[in-house]
């Protein structure tokens, strides 16, 4: 079905605005890098400025995939989404350039960075090893969400 089909049954495309809000309410997603044949998907927590910028701290062993793709990639993909029912959800799909964070510039993120929610497994590793931050600039931006009934099961509504 199409996206005009869609919203038919209620779907609703958000606007920038809209989309800054719900990324703002949340704290993990996916990120796909570019990689031969299909995407490297990742689980990955992050801390967003409010405007235009994710930043994502990696933990990093001796030889990592992650780093190798991050740095070779030219753009990537982050999908944030959230589930509360099969009828009330809510997504967005955002592609951007990945860079690097120098470490003398993590002062000016600490308050940014340390509120962000991350698995405890990750927040007590990251004091013992090879960490990198990493801003996401979000180039483009689309979101979608659904928060209520389709029409047909709305009560007083025939179908």
Known sequence: MSIAQLQEYGLEQMDDDAIRAFIDT???????LPMDGAPYLLP???????????YFTYLLGLSSR??????????ARFLVYSVETMFNWESALLTGELTEVPEDEWSELEDLLTA??????????????NVKVYEFEIQSQSGSRHTGLAPGFQEGTEY
């Open 66 to 75: 992650k780093a190798a793709l991050t740095e070779r990639a030219d753009r």
């Open 116 to 129: 962000a929610w991350r698995p405890e497994l990750f927040r007590n590793a990251s004091t013992s090893g």
């Open 44 to 54: 990955m927590s992050f801390a967003f400025d409010g405007d235009s910028s994710l």
């Open 26 to 32: 949340q704290s993990t997603g996916v990120l796909g």
